[in-house]
């Protein structure tokens, strides 16, 4: 089953485009908005995980509606979004939204055609090449530390070069981070696929066990690592998942797991708690619902998080955690390789939280050193050489400079009393060399 990638619902009321400016423009009475309560009950019943609970939130709908709560809408979008609040109200459930879209209403009942549903398929193609099918950052942090920045899960039957191709990409990584702070869901498929590399192939091992609603049939399935996979296995690597409040549905799965089966550190903010597959259903000839339609559960304990969130090992705001992340990957690869302890010690500089020094402080290391020179540009310090390269510096705690595009040495500001007096560089290997102000 597919997990189809929607939004998180951030707002009160619910916006669609495409034909549904059409459907604003038609007359719309009360007998109107009768017929759609009256469909949309008839879908819950139809489609919701939970059977008895959608008899309730279908109920309360018909009660809202005899109560007068639509009779303000005055328009069917209007009405989307007021049906949407109510749902999400009487089931905490932030998967439920109502939208205005004809035309897809349409092409809903057209896709037996098998025309049409390949030209759905392609259309869906168009849409995720140019967002490079989720896989939105690829990149090596200090000291052999590989980051993935998902946006979100693509269908891997469209997105499975690309993920191969990420896949290929941090398998020498020396430990791993998943960005999913701002991934809100999608393919529970593509999830499976990428958290394969993080185990054998040759031992099973169940990631998700889940049912749902099909053509009012349930169906019952696991999913499992795969045994064959387009790149190296990431065995006994150090993992490491980081998520934030908007981290949702599939996003919220794949740390889940990990976290249950002990094989990531979660480091972020609690996730907003959407843990049930949804599917979009048609409602009436106007009018959609997306609508949770099975439950997913861990393979551990058979829980979910639904309405909860998931809770990461280490709670900070989410603005942090990719540094947060990236200092325990370090400090854990210290402790399994003496090796690795200077790399810890080296990059612990540059991503320690450091207060951004004021401008007399900067203008204090601005002069001329032995062959070269620092200035003062834009608010930055701005490090020539022989009149031939510039680079930016970065001010670190204790003194320390990075410079842009430079890994292997970083300066020191070397002071007596109040003065600057020389400025030494630090090599990675602990050598050191003097340039003494001239100025």
Do not use: C
């Not at 007096?421 to 100025?439: K, P, S």
Request: charge should be negative; proline fraction near 5%; avoid cysteine.
């Amino acid at each position: 089953m597919n997990i189809r990638h929607w939004t998180l619902i951030l707002a009160a009321t619910t916006t669609w485009a495409g034909s549904a400016a059409l459907a604003q423009d038609a007359p719309f009475t009360a007998a109107d908005k009768r017929a759609v309560v009256e469909q949309l009950g008839q879908a819950l019943e139809a489609n919701y995980v939970f059977p008895d609970k959608a008899k309730t939130i279908a109920a309360t709908l018909r009660r809202n509606l005899d109560a007068g709560n639509y009779d303000a809408a005055p328009d069917r979008r209007t009405l989307a979004g007021d049906l949407t609040d109510d749902l999400i109200a009487a089931s905490n459930d932030l998967h439920f939204s109502v939208g205005v879209d004809p035309e897809w209403v349409a092409s809903y009942a057209a896709r037996q055609d098998p025309a049409r549903a390949a030209a759905l398929r392609e259309d869906e193609r168009r849409e995720e090449t140019p967002k490079n099918f989720g896989f939105a950052g690829l990149r090596y942090l200090d000291g052999n530390i590989a980051y993935l920045d998902l946006s979100h899960f693509a269908d891997p039957e469209l997105g499975y070069d690309a993920a191969a191709a990420a896949m290929r990409f941090i398998e020498n990584g020396d430990a791993v981070i998943y960005d999913l702070r701002y991934n809100n869901g999608g393919y529970l498929e593509m999830a499976q696929l990428l958290a394969s590399q993080l185990f054998r192939g040759d031992k099973d091992q169940e990631l998700f066990d889940y049912y749902y609603t099909l053509d009012g049939r349930r169906v019952e399935r696991g999913q499992w690592v795969l045994p064959a996979l387009p790149a190296k296995r990431l065995t006994g690597k150090p993992v490491y998942v980081l998520t934030g409040s908007t981290s949702f549905s599939a996003a919220e799965w794949f740390a889940y797991t990990l976290k249950k089966l002990g094989r990531a550190t979660l480091v972020g903010e609690r996730t907003a708690g959407g843990a049930h597959p949804v599917d979009r259903k048609p409602v009436g000839t106007d009018f959609f619902v997306q609508v949770p339609i099975g439950q997913i559960r861990d393979p551990v304990d058979r829980s979910d998080f639904e309405g909860q969130g998931v809770t990461p090992d280490h709670q900070v705001p989410s603005a942090d955690a990719l540094a947060v992340a990236h200092r325990l990957a370090l400090a854990d690869l210290a402790k399994a390789d003496p090796v690795k302890k200077a790399d810890a010690d080296w990059f612990a500089p540059m991503l320690a939280a450091r207060a951004q020094p004021t401008t007399a402080a900067l203008k204090a290391i601005t002069g001329r050193y032995e062959g070269r020179r620092i200035d003062l540009v834009g608010g930055k310090l701005l490090y020539t050489w022989r009149e031939r390269l510039r680079l930016t510096l970065e001010p670190l705690d204790g003194d320390l400079l990075a410079i842009e595009g430079v890994r292997d040495f970083r300066f020191r500001i070397v002071r007596k009393g109040a003065k600057v007096v020389a400025l030494e560089r630090i090599d990675r290997d602990g050598t050191t060399l003097t340039y003494a102000r001239l100025d």
